[in-house]
């Protein structure tokens, strides 16, 4: 009546938060793949939109979405003779993405921009004024791929402080 060999092991299934840790892990790891994947395509010297001398340009983040380019270039102007401006827009919408590029004449103007301009309100928001990465630091990426300064967004999960993996 009884087998004379022993009964499998029961198997334990995951509990929710076991479930919760491995599926966090999965993303991730196709996250990080796919940044992989994004940042070898990551070429702003072939970007069609991007002119001018990069040691003489400045990024100019945080900006108000309705600033036009003749508010950015007039605000400029007091640092220098501005050669050129340019507001990132979305390709579908047009509409700002919040950052924009300005292109001095002479590298002292630059310079100069990039010291006194940060923090200062255009159009009722403080901006962010440093100087282009993306062309003349080799290897830069920005932080949509995964580069960037700082770790600012890093955020660890509730569900794993304190957690060793």
Same mark, same amino acid.
């Given at each position: 009546?009884?087998? $004379?060999?022993?009964?499998?092991?029961?198997?334990?299934?995951? *509990?929710? /938060?076991?479930?919760?840790?491995?599926?966090?892990? $999965?993303?991730? =790891?196709?996250?990080?793949?796919?940044?992989?994947?994004? #940042?070898?395509?990551?070429?702003? @010297?072939?970007?069609?939109? +991007?002119?001018?001398?990069?040691?003489?340009?400045?990024?100019? @983040? &945080? %900006?108000?979405?309705?600033?036009? $380019?003749? *508010? %950015?270039?007039?605000?400029?102007?007091?640092?220098?003779? !501005?050669?050129? +401006?340019?507001?990132? &827009?979305?390709?579908?919408? =047009?509409? #700002?993405?919040?950052?924009?590029? !300005? /292109?001095? $004449?002479?590298? /002292?103007?630059?310079?100069?921009?990039?010291?006194?301009?940060?923090? &200062?309100?255009?159009?009722?928001?403080? !901006?962010?004024?440093?100087?282009?990465?993306?062309?003349?630091? @080799?290897?830069?990426?920005?932080?949509?791929?995964?580069?960037?300064?700082?770790?600012? &967004?890093?955020?660890?999960? #509730?569900?794993?402080?304190?957690? !060793?993996?």
């Amino acid at each position: 009546m009884f087998e $004379e060999e022993d009964p499998p092991e029961a198997t334990r299934g995951e *509990t929710k /938060e076991e479930k919760r840790k491995r599926r966090y892990f $999965e993303k991730l =790891e196709t996250h990080k793949t796919d940044l992989k994947d994004r #940042s070898k395509e990551y070429v702003p @010297a072939d970007d069609p939109n +991007v002119e001018g001398d990069p040691y003489k340009t400045i990024i100019v @983040a &945080r %900006l108000n979405y309705e600033t036009t $380019e003749k *508010t %950015l270039k007039k605000e400029f102007e007091r640092y220098g003779p !501005v050669k050129r +401006v340019r507001i990132v &827009r979305d390709p579908k919408t =047009e509409k #700002s993405r919040g950052y924009g590029f !300005v /292109e001095f $004449e002479k590298v /002292e103007d630059f310079k100069t921009a990039y010291k006194q301009a940060n923090e &200062r309100r255009i159009d009722g928001r403080k !901006v962010v004024v440093d100087y282009e990465r993306g062309r003349t630091i @080799a290897g830069w990426l920005p932080k949509r791929l995964g580069g960037g300064l700082g770790d600012t &967004r890093n955020t660890t999960p #509730s569900f794993l402080k304190g957690a !060793v993996r």
